[in-house]
C-alpha cells in the first residue's frame, strides 16, 4: 500500500488531447490525491517552468503541435528542471522510448496511463512510502 | 414491486457490458474510467465520453477529406490524426477502434492510399458502433438512476 509522505504530490499533464487532459487530471486527484496542472503543448509546458513553476512530476505526451514532448523534455532539463518526467507514447516499439529516455525523461509508458503505471512513477518519488 | 425496475435495468447494464468486453470493444481502461466518476461528479463517464465522440467525428472528418483529395499525399498528416485519435480510444477504453487505428497508421507508413481507405471504411464502422453502444449504455444508466429514485408512499 503506498502512503502519502510529508507534502501534497504536485504534478503537471502535457497533453493537445482534451480528453486525455480531463481522464488524467481527475485519475490523479481522485485515486493519488495529487494536484494537477493541465497545458497543452511541450512549449506551453517549457514557459511554465521557466516562469518559476515547479512540478514533482511531469506527465509529458508524446505527440504534439509546437513541440512535441521528447524536445520538451530536452529543454526542461537543459533549463535544469528536476521534476520526474514521464513520457506517454501512442507507439509500443522502442523508437519513442528510446528518444524519450535520451532527452532525459525518467520513464516512458504506452498509452493509457493508468492507475498501476502512476503507482510504479510513485514507488521511486520519495514524498511517497510504501 | 419498487426496487424491481431499477434492479433489472442494473442487471441489463451489466449484461450489455459484459458482452461488449466480450466482443473486444471495451477494455478495462473503461472500468478505470467508471471507478472517477462519484456523487461530486455523477455523469464523469457520460461526459468524457461525449467530448470523445465530438472529437473523433472531427477527426474522421478530416481523416475522410484528406484520402478524398485528388492529389492527395500528405501521410504525415494523416497520421497526426491517427495519433489523436488512437490516444483518446485507449484512454476512454475503445479497444476496437484503437486496433483499427494502428493498421490505419501502419498504412499511411507505407503510404498506401488503398489501404487507408480500407482501413478508414473500417474504422468509421467500428466508431459507429461503439457509439451507438455506449448511448445504449447511458439510456439504460439514466433509466436505473430514474427508477432508483422513484419513491412510493408507505402502505398501512
Redesign the interface.
Known amino acids: 500500500m503506498i502512503v502519502m509522505a510529508n507534502n501534497k504530490i504536485s504534478a503537471l499533464i502535457v497533453d493537445d488531447d482534451s480528453i486525455i487532459r480531463k481522464i488524467h487530471k481527475t485519475m490523479l486527484e481522485r485515486l493519488f490525491n495529487i494536484e494537477a496542472e493541465t497545458v497543452k503543448d511541450g512549449k506551453e509546458a517549457v514557459e511554465l517552468c521557466r516562469s518559476g513553476a515547479n512540478f514533482d512530476i511531469i506527465f509529458m505526451d508524446r505527440e504534439m503541435p509546437i513541440m512535441d514532448g521528447a524536445e520538451a523534455t530536452k529543454q526542461l532539463r537543459a533549463m535544469g528542471v528536476k521534476s520526474t518526467i514521464v513520457g506517454i507514447t501512442t507507439r509500443a516499439g522502442g523508437e519513442d522510448r528510446e528518444e524519450f529516455l535520451a532527452a532525459g525523461s525518467n520513464h516512458c509508458f504506452e498509452k493509457p496511463l493508468d492507475r498501476a503505471k502512476v503507482e510504479v512513477v510513485l514507488r521511486e518519488h520519495k514524498k511517497f512510502t510504501i | 414491486m419498487l426496487g424491481l425496475g431499477a434492479d433489472l435495468l442494473w442487471a441489463d447494464m451489466n449484461r450489455l457490458l459484459a458482452f461488449l468486453f466480450h466482443q473486444g470493444v471495451l477494455d478495462e481502461?473503461f472500468l478505470?474510467?467508471q471507478?472517477?466518476q462519484?456523487e461530486t461528479?455523477p455523469n464523469?463517464v457520460s461526459e468524457?465520453v461525449n467530448?470523445?465522440f465530438h472529437?473523433s467525428e472531427k477527426l474522421l472528418t478530416n481523416l475522410r477529406a484528406l484520402l478524398m483529395e485528388r492529389e492527395f499525399s500528405d501521410y504525415k498528416k494523416m497520421g497526426?490524426h491517427l495519433?489523436?485519435f488512437?490516444?483518446?480510444s485507449?484512454?476512454?477504453?475503445a479497444k476496437r477502434v484503437r486496433n483499427v487505428c494502428v493498421a490505419f497508421r501502419a498504412a499511411t507508413q507505407q503510404n498506401n492510399r488503398a489501404g487507408c481507405l480500407r482501413a478508414l471504411e473500417m474504422l468509421e464502422h467500428e466508431y459507429c458502433y461503439l457509439k451507438n453502444k455506449l448511448h445504449e449504455l447511458f439510456q439504460i444508466e439514466q433509466q436505473r438512476a430514474l427508477a432508483a429514485g422513484v419513491r412510493y408512499p408507505a402502505q398501512n
Open positions: 481502461q478505470q474510467l471507478q472517477l462519484d461528479s464523469f468524457v467530448i470523445y472529437e497526426i495519433n489523436q488512437m490516444g483518446s485507449s484512454s476512454i477504453g
